[in-house]
């Protein structure tokens, strides 16, 4: 066996509470021979209530430079932070018939995106609070579950994004990466349903499209505290510090893509009352707007 499928790719599509359309994504190994991918998706399950369980095999598609195939879910169990519902897939390479690799990934086919300037989980507007986990160290993934707080974490933890995954909590990561890093970091974000938004540094210039890597992950771009943002071309979300509120709106007026304004913590507590911080700012913020997204860090 190689490690060919560790370059998959997974793509929601077309869907709808009646339907889901995974699309499953390898680049054409560069050995001469007849390239298929095979397997299925059972599921759903999840921690929090029994589920009734059924098995979606993928069907071949021949078209385009890569090696692609489909699964359609009738009646999709879509995760999220509240409900959050696991699939798991098993996928096989195979050459002219023969099996050259075999993965087995937990996944969530979850609906998180910017559409038309507005952040929407579920198909509807949904506001991200986020809290830095080093103000409560100490707290499981439980306490955020059930205070309904996103948690901002730097770096890459995958161990972290599994159990996440797993107890319904909602991850934005902060990547400060090389260019050359940057598309397998995205690429191993990916694979978790959790892995919602990375934020990458204000200058981080691509010469590839991130959403050919990782086309689930909101992309956000850091915005140099006092400085107008100028979002580069993958920017989903602008990620702005707030000082003086007053000072925050004429900054962020008129910005293309949705804004997600950020405030320092100066002390540490449980989930429920850095929550509160990110309502306060919230409710701070209110006379100049509604923003997409309210974190403390």
């Known amino acids: 066996m190689t490690d060919t499928l560790a370059n998959l790719t997974l793509i929601l599509a077309d869907s709808s ?16 021979g007849v390239w298929q991918l095979a397997g299925s998706l059972h599921g759903p399950r999840s921690a ?10 993928l ?12 699964c359609i879910v009738p009646d999709p169990c879509y995760w999220s932070p509240e409900y959050p519902m696991l699939y ?9 018939g023969n099996v050259r690799d075999r993965v087995e990934r937990i996944v969530g086919l979850r609906r998180l995106s910017v559409r038309r300037g507005v952040l929407t989980l579920e198909a509807q507007r949904w506001v991200l609070r986020a809290v830095s986990r080093h103000l409560a160290p100490d707290c499981t ?21 599994q159990q996440a995954s797993e107890r319904g909590v909602l991850v934005v990561t902060c990547l400060d990466s090389q260019p050359g890093d940057l598309a397998a970091h995205l690429r191993t974000l990916a ?32 915005c140099p505290p006092g400085q107008r943002p100028v979002p580069e071309s ?3 979300l602008a990620w702005c510090e ?11 007026a008129d910005l293309q893509v949705p804004v997600v304004a950020v405030r320092r913590a100066n002390e540490s507590g449980s989930p429920d009352q850095l929550r509160a911080g990110c309502d306060r700012l919230q409710r701070d913020l209110a006379p100049f707007g509604q923003y997409a997204g309210y974190v403390v860090s």
């Open 191 to 222: 694979r978790w349903p959790a892995a919602g938004v990375a934020v990458l540094p204000a200058r981080t210039r691509l010469d590839w499209d991130p959403s050919q890597v990782a086309p689930q992950v909101v992309l956000a771009q850091q």
């Open 59 to 70: 069907r071949a598609l021949e078209v385009g430079e890569s090696v692609l195939a489909e």
């Open 88 to 96: 798991k897939l098993r996928v096989e390479l195979l050459e002219s």
């Open 234 to 236: 993958w920017c989903r």
């Open 48 to 57: 929090y209530g029994e589920t009734l369980p059924a098995t979606y095999p």
């Open 141 to 161: 993934l439980d306490d955020w579950h059930e205070s309904a707080t996103s948690l901002l974490v730097d770096g890459l933890d995958e161990g972290l994004l």
């Open 17 to 32: 509470p009646a339907v889901a359309r995974l699309t499953v994504s390898l680049p054409r190994p560069t050995a001469s």
């Open 242 to 252: 707030v000082g003086d509120p007053e000072e925050f709106r004429r900054r962020v």
